[in-house]
């Protein structure tokens, strides 16, 4: 059973970090592409972050660059999020996606996660 378990998700204040987690079980994990998602209410889904196979190179969204880094342990079959400086309007649902392509589009990814909420407070 191919399933994906995100954690770390929270209520913090502005300026605050928080690292999600993305732990991955029944697929191989090293062969597939890791990214993050993000849905706040009313809004469409956002492209987060994603991450290669092996970990080299990386793909931001423009409202995140500089802030959300994303990165990855294959002997571990985990991914992470590491979140800083959040900001109000970075509260949204942060679901954890799988793919054998590198993509920004929601579409790309076939394996998700539940999602974990992440509250921002000003």
């Known amino acids: 059973q191919v399933q994906l378990v995100e954690s770390g998700g929270g209520l913090v204040q502005a300026g605050a970090s928080l690292r999600l987690s993305c732990v991955a079980s029944?697929?191989?994990?090293?062969?597939?592409?890791m990214a993050w998602f993000r849905q706040a209410p009313g809004k469409e889904r956002e492209f987060v972050a994603a991450?290669?196979?092996?970990?080299?190179?990386?793909a931001e969204g423009p409202s995140v660059k500089g802030r959300f880094a994303i990165s990855r342990d294959n002997t571990k079959s985990t991914a992470y999020l590491q979140m800083n400086s959040l900001k109000p309007e970075d509260t949204a649902v942060y679901y954890c996606?799988?793919?054998?392509?590198?993509?920004?589009?929601?579409?790309?990814?076939?394996?998700w996660g539940q999602g974990t909420p992440v509250t921002v407070t000003s």
């Open positions: 991450i290669r196979w092996s970990g080299v190179g990386t």
């Open positions: 029944g697929l191989v994990f090293s062969n597939h592409v």
């Open positions: 996606a799988a793919s054998h392509q590198f993509a920004e589009q929601s579409g790309a990814y076939g394996i």
